[in-house]
């Protein structure tokens, strides 16, 4: 497997590429069966729309790593707190006021579906593609826990000033609870992992620290003791000046750079040979034309020579033309016409 290969620190050209949500609201065949299955907790929690929604991007473009379809608010959902998917609103949970409210050991049982999808995702793939894995960072499901839906999160971060063990509470829950669920996903045929923590960059140093650094350093750690070998991908969105020390601290594998960072600004604060992840931006995904084959060939230059997977900076858009990732692969896999 080539994405693998480049976990292990191995330079493979052309790279491995897949696209974070690359099953999902851009491609025609997944709204088809998302209006089929009706409510989209409906169509996480059944493993034979998930496991079909996770396969369509890897017919139609040969990617070389699919990605689980779920959602990073399940694990809270199993966990005892109430989740819906509000039309245009995204998700919406009751407020965490009392972690007495959550039971972790309940929550395999809940998720159990998912685990399903997995094996029969990792059964229908090619050999040749790995299986990704996923939980969301504790940090980032604490935000929605805590204030029960996206947007800025406000009271988780008062909270984290005025109430700072409640915080640290919730969050020691959540990294016994992400490695019990990241295990089960290896154990039913993932071959690799990935943390979304992506809301890390909406805390302070000192609270990036605490809140992101040291929960992701338990988890990578208690996985590696569980299975040694697992390859781990952190993703610290807007992480800044602190990418190097997450990526030193954490031991993650790798680390999925956002759009704003600077790559080359990015190598030099992190260790050396570090593997890095992404970075093209979603946009220029949509704009597709010259701006996304100069944008495409630019990215593959700095990363030639170098353990890299190609990805975007965060998820793909609804709104992107599905020509356009034709087009990418093409210019990735040097087979389109531009020069």
Known sequence: MKLLKVLNGEPVWPPPVWLMRQAGRYLPEYRALREKAGEFLSLCLNPEFATEVTLQPIRRYGFDAAILF????ILPM????GLAFAQGEGPMLPPLHNIAALDPSA????????METVRRVRAALPEKTALIGF???PATVACYMLD???GGFPRTRALAYENPDFVTAVLDILVEATIVYLQAQLDAGADCLMLFESWAGIFPPEQFRAFVIGPTQRIVTALKAKTPGVKIIGFPRLSGLLLGEYTEKTGVDAIGLDTVTDLPAAIAACPENTVFQGNLDPLVLKTGGPALDA???RLLEQCRGRPH???LGHGITPDVPPENVERLMKLIRGTSDVP
């Not at 779920?70 to 608010?73: A, E, F, K």
């Not at 199993?78 to 707190?81: D, F, V, Y």
């Not at 929550?107 to 998912?114: D, F, L, Q």
Request: no cysteine.
């Open 70 to 73: 779920s959602d990073i608010l």
């Open 78 to 81: 199993a966990l005892g707190q």
């Open 107 to 114: 929550a395999p049982t809940h998720y159990k579906p998912v």
């Open 135 to 137: 939980a969301g960072g």
């Open 148 to 150: 029960g839906k996206g």
């Open 295 to 297: 944008a495409v060939l």
């Open 309 to 311: 997977i190609f990805n």
